[in-house]
């Protein structure tokens, strides 16, 4: 019989950190006492655990509770949420849109930089990245584009950004001297509604984006799928009538149509997303999709329904404001709070 393996003293407690230090990001400041009723663990324990967190400078007493009941007041322990910072960027073809956020998902500060006809693009990002810092040092910088990005290597082609360039990540990791990821933005958006937008809670999905870029980002079983040379969901290029869908959906264009006729033309693209992935939903994404709402959505959804055999729901993007960041921000504040909590 295969002896059970059970984790070592030094395993354990790092489990047990990271749990509590998880439960102070999602709920605030707690007492002992809570920590104990959340956890499960005991007294000693949570004990421990509280003086390991403040002697690494990751948590420190946040204030008392209790005043109105007898006994001492218990203290409230909170994260340092200054102890780390990260920057999300979305870099369009014709601005530069930054957020610096602390480890616990504060906004710091934001930056718009319109971009000039030819930029040096890494000392232009660098200094919005700056600017919005105020001074701090991004542990981790999180960068959305358009164009495709190599899972393994990161190099970055097409796009059609001023001053882009192949290294573009490299070089920016070189001149902040900090960890750049880039990743291409509709990936980066479809992070967005997976966290806390129309499709939170599902582990397969589709996202369309049309905005001023369009293509589509694929989640299946939780996972962000980007293809072998980073170019799944590129559905901008599929010819709809002799034509490329992004012609046809280019925001000056979809303004002209009414509802009825762009959801004629938008169920040709989904209905090869959902032939090809059977996600079970899909999501209608970017300025396009989000304005077109539950009205826009409903209208794909029947024509959908009367060609492919496979349920699948439409719904409009949840996420207010910039999708891209927002996904960019979430993204780095995980790979932060991996490296920081452990």
């Known amino acids: 019989m295969a ?34 009723d959340l956890t499960g663990l005991s007294r000693p324990t949570v004990a421990d655990l509280i003086e390991r967190l403040r002697a690494s400078g990751l948590i420190e007493v946040a204030g008392e509770t209790g005043a109105n009941r007898r006994g001492p007041n218990a203290r409230l322990y909170g994260l340092i949420a200054d102890r780390a910072h990260v920057a999300g960027v979305n870099l369009r073809r014709d601005a530069v849109h930054v957020t610096v956020a602390d480890i616990a998902g504060n906004e710091i500060g934001a930056v718009s930089r319109r971009l000039p006809a030819e930029p040096d693009l890494v000392t232009f990002i660098a200094e ?33 950004v001023p001053g882009g360039r192949a290294d573009l990540g490299p070089a920016l990791r070189d001149r902040l001297g900090t960890r750049v990821i880039v990743e291409n933005e509709v990936n980066l958006a479809a992070i967005a509604e997976h966290r806390g937008g129309a499709a939170a809670g599902r582990d397969d999905f589709a996202l369309l984006w049309m905005d001023d870029g369009v293509g589509a980002a694929i989640v299946l079983d ?56 059977d ?23 029947d024509r959908l329904g009367a060609v492919s055999p ?15 960041r927002r996904g960019a921000v979430l993204t780095a504040l995980d790979l932060v709070r991996d490296d920081v909590f452990g």
């Open 3 to 36: 002896s059970v393996k059970t984790a070592d003293p030094t395993m354990a407690r790092a489990i047990n950190d990271r749990l509590a230090l998880d439960l102070l990001l999602e709920r605030g400041p707690l007492t002992a006492p809570q920590l104990r």
């Open 279 to 301: 996600p079970g939903l899909v999501v209608l994404g970017g300025r396009i999709g989000r304005d077109g709402g539950d009205r826009l959505a409903g209208l794909v959804a």
């Open 310 to 324: 496979a349920p699948t729901e439409v719904r409009a993007s949840a996420i207010e404001g910039d999708t891209i």
């Open 222 to 277: 939780g996972r962000l799928r980007r293809g072998a040379s980073g170019g799944a969901g590129e559905v901008g290029l599929l010819k709809i009538g002799g034509e490329d869908f992004c012609d046809l959906v280019e925001a000056g264009v979809a303004r002209d149509l009414g509802p009825e006729a762009l959801a004629d033309v938008l169920v040709e693209s989904v209905f090869v997303l959902v032939a090809v992935m």
């Open 128 to 160: 919005a990245v700056a600017e919005a810092a105020d001074g701090r040092v991004p542990h981790t910088l999180v960068l959305g584009t358009p164009g495709l990005i190599h899972p393994r290597t990161g190099l970055a082609t097409g796009g059609d």
